[in-house]
């Protein structure tokens, strides 16, 4: 599918540009605690609502599409948001903590599933398991990883 941005340029999708998909539509990471979500339809991306997330300056996003968004960022977590229904500020009132680095998240990944990845900016990689609430923890070059709970 090819999508006309509507008269939207880089800019009014985020300075940072990371972005995922959520219950049909999508969501980017704009500047500083900024989300900006987008309705799809008929080929046009259209602005909804834009949402504060408090405490957090996320640089990535991830989510299973449907009721979970994983933001990482300048706080140096992986946190994981649960919501039923549609996004907005309550959704990320409360995380839970999936991951402590020590220098900023640059990415993170969900598989959908159960499988949350976060790569810091000093090269550290941790994976966490949604269903038993443990962390794998990786030292720069994936070597050395070990698992601790949640």
Request: glycine share 6%; hydrophobic share 35%.
């Given at each position: 599918?090819?999508?006309?941005?509507?008269?939207?340029?880089?800019?009014?999708?985020?300075?940072?540009?990371?972005?995922?998909?959520?219950?049909?539509?999508?969501?980017?990471?704009?500047?500083?605690?900024?989300?900006?979500?987008f309705n799809?339809?008929?080929?046009?991306?259209?602005?909804?609502?834009?949402?504060?997330?408090?405490?957090?300056?996320?640089?990535?996003?991830?989510?299973?599409?449907?009721?979970?968004?994983?933001?990482?960022g300048s706080?140096?977590?992986?946190?994981?948001?649960?919501?039923?229904?549609?996004?907005?500020?309550?959704?990320?009132?409360?995380?839970?903590?999936?991951?402590?680095?020590?220098?900023?998240?640059?990415?993170?990944?969900?598989?959908?599933?159960?499988?949350?990845?976060?790569?810091?900016?000093?090269?550290?990689?941790?994976?966490?398991?949604?269903?038993?609430?443990?962390?794998?923890?990786?030292?720069?070059g994936h070597?050395?990883?070990?698992?601790?709970?949640?």
């Open positions: 599918m090819n999508l006309q941005m509507n008269m939207l340029d880089e800019a009014h999708l985020g300075s940072i540009g990371d972005i995922c998909f959520v219950n049909g539509k999508l969501v980017s990471v704009a500047e500083d605690s900024i989300l900006k979500v799809i339809n008929k080929s046009k991306l259209t602005l909804v609502k834009t949402i504060e997330v408090p405490n957090c300056e996320p640089h990535s996003i991830s989510s299973n599409g449907i009721d979970k968004i994983i933001l990482g706080k140096k977590t992986v946190d994981v948001h649960s919501f039923s229904g549609e996004i907005n500020t309550e959704t990320f009132e409360n995380p839970a903590l999936a991951m402590k680095f020590q220098s900023e998240v640059s990415k993170v990944r969900f598989n959908g599933t159960k499988w949350v990845v976060g790569i810091s900016n000093d090269s550290h990689l941790s994976l966490f398991n949604t269903e038993t609430q443990q962390t794998i923890m990786c030292k720069p070597e050395g990883c070990s698992v601790k709970s949640g």
